[in-house]
């Protein structure tokens, strides 16, 4: 894959195991309770089978909010969610790694690339001393 590839979409030749969209995407509850546009966006690796990697924000969520995962994202169809913002539907089609932004001013979307995707953090011990494994 060239550099030029890069900004372009998965198609279905170069799709993997990795880069294979489930149907699911985490989204602010702020875009339901409040009614608020989706703003920011970004492709993580996927989770699980169902998941597109996408997380999707309004930009007006606070450090306390996204704190709390599992009451402020909510598991949504990523096709209702180009239903409800129809902007959305190529960007989707991206890979991991990709974020987009729109500012209130524009309706358009940018590429970022200054942004540094969260990751899940695992807690894993390596050892080598068999007493350590239980059964």
């Known amino acids: ?16 195991a990795q880069t294979k969209n489930g149907f699911l995407a985490l989204v602010s509850r702020l875009v339901f309770d409040e009614k608020l546009p989706v703003r920011f966006m970004y492709k ?3 989770e ?3 998941d597109t990697g996408w997380r999707m924000f309004t930009g007006y969520e606070t450090p306390e909010f996204l704190e709390d995962e599992v009451t ?4 949504v169809d ?19 790694g990709t974020v987009w932004e729109r500012t209130p001013e524009s309706d358009g979307w940018e590429r970022v690339y200054d ?4 990751s899940s953090e695992v807690d894993v011990n390596i ?7 239980k059964h």
């Open 115 to 118: 942004f540094k995707i969260p």
């Open 44 to 46: 993580t690796v996927p």
């Open 48 to 50: 699980h089978l169902n």
């Open 78 to 96: 990523v096709e209702k969610m180009v239903k409800i913002d129809p902007s959305i539907k190529e960007l989707v089609e991206y890979n991991a």
């Open 1 to 16: 894959m060239s550099l030029d590839d890069v900004d372009k979409p998965v198609s279905k030749e170069d799709e993997t």
């Open 72 to 75: 402020n994202l909510i598991p």
């Open 127 to 133: 050892t080598n001393d068999v007493d350590d494994f």
